[in-house]
């Protein structure tokens, strides 16, 4: 199993990044695949997940109503859609596949500052 994620940046606060995880190994058709985020000096901290086939998301309450999960079964590809980023957003983002044990991508980095 491989993930790429790929998108991050530097934004101003109030800005937006999409976010996007490929995958091998793996079809989100049948695994559900998670976000998380980890700044430095912090634990790494889940941000949101989407079920297997899109079928439904959950969002930490840090990012409810801002972030946006959705995929892509063609592209075998996970999106991250960050709206009304707040400097509090950033760090480095991952996203994750459990199958057969945890996979982690290599991570991109989401800095929000003026």
């Known amino acids: 199993v491989q993930l790429v994620e790929s998108g991050g940046g530097l934004v101003q606060p109030g800005g937006s990044l999409r976010l996007s995880c490929v995958a091998s190994?793996?079809?989100?058709?049948?695994?559900?695949m998670h976000w998380y985020r980890q700044a430095p000096g912090k634990e790494r901290e889940w941000v949101g997940s989407?079920?297997?086939?899109?079928?439904?998301?959950v969002y930490a309450d840090s990012v409810k109503g801002r972030f946006t999960i959705s995929s892509d079964s063609a592209k075998n590809t996970v999106y991250l859609q960050m709206d009304s980023l707040k400097p509090e957003d950033a760090a480095v983002y991952y996203c994750?596949?459990?199958?057969?044990?945890?996979?982690w991508g290599q991570g991109t980095q989401v800095t929000v500052s003026s």
């Open positions: 989407i079920t297997s086939g899109g079928r439904s998301t």
């Open positions: 190994g793996v079809t989100f058709s049948s695994s559900g």
């Open positions: 994750n596949v459990w199958y057969f044990g945890a996979h």
